[in-house]
Antibody, heavy 122, light 107 residues
Framework: QVQLQESGPGLVKPSETLSLSCTVS??????????WSWIRQSPEKGLEWIGY???????GYNPSLKRRVTMSLDTSKNQFSVKLSSVTAADTAVYYC??????????????WGQGTLVIVSS | EIVLTQSPAILSLSPGERVTLSCRAS???????LGWYQQKPGQAPRLLIY???TRAAGIPDRFSGSGSGTDFTLTISRLEPEDFAVYYC?????????FGPGTKVEI
């Protein structure tokens, strides 16, 4: 059973870079044709997809965040990560990692990590 | 950007009742990319339905999804106490994913 766990600082200063990692257990980040994704949730914006990194390393990002987002895979640690630069208070949210995939041509996000709250404040 | 609208925002119901939740898209979306998620307080969203109508593994058959084009529906045939939660629809279009604002099903 695949499980995901987010980790990273819970407090980031404005204008700095938010960095989070997601550790995958019970499965591998490579070879499964999955879209390893980041999704955030705030009262103001609801659920917002940030982007994905495919197990080949190719990426897809939300156009509204694309200029500030970078995602990467670390196969040695079985992790994937997200960096969001130049953060503001509007980036305060619960950040989730999730596995995306296809079955019979149909897409899903499952499972999700438990989420980690990131507050942007000086 | 495809915008998803969910209605109603809040539903007040009793256990045993049947509930129908609506998700409407601002333009036609592929059913293959329409999903429904359940979220309880303090928890991550959980996949219920993908491909508009396919139940995820372990999801009870009281949950069903239907629809196509711009109108999709999640139906819970008989509400159980554990079903009181927020339900979100999600789609993929124009190269990115979006989620609806959610419908809260409360007692």
């Amino acid at each position: 059973q695949v499980q995901l766990q987010e980790s990273g600082p819970g407090l980031v200063k404005p204008s700095e870079t938010l960095s989070l990692s997601c550790t995958v257990s019970g499965g591998s980040v490579t070879g499964g044709s999955y879209y390893w994704s980041w999704i955030r949730q705030s009262p103001e914006k609801g659920l917002e997809w940030i982007g994905y990194i495919y197990d080949s390393g190719s990426t897809g990002y939300n156009p509204s965040l694309k200029r500030r987002v970078t995602m990467s895979l670390d196969t040695s640690k079985n992790q994937f990560s997200v960096k969001l630069s130049s953060v503001t208070a509007a980036d305060t949210a619960v950040y989730y990692c999730a596995r995306g995939g296809f079955l019979n041509g149909r897409f899903w996000f499952d499972p999700w990590g438990q989420g980690t709250l990131v507050i942007v404040s000086s | 950007e495809i915008v998803l609208t969910q209605s109603p925002a809040i539903l007040s119901l009793s256990p045993g009742e049947r509930v129908t939740l609506s998700c409407r898209a601002s333009q036609s979306v592929s059913s293959n990319y329409l999903g429904w998620y359940q979220q309880k307080p303090g928890q991550a969203p959980r996949l219920l339905i993908y491909g508009a109508s396919t139940r995820a593994a372990g999801i009870p058959d009281r949950f069903s999804g239907s629809g196509s084009g711009t109108d999709f529906t999640l139906t819970i045939s008989r509400l159980e106490p554990e079903d009181f939660a927020v339900y979100y629809c999600q789609q993929y279009g124009s190269s990115f994913f979006t989620f609806g604002p959610g419908t809260k099903v409360e007692i």
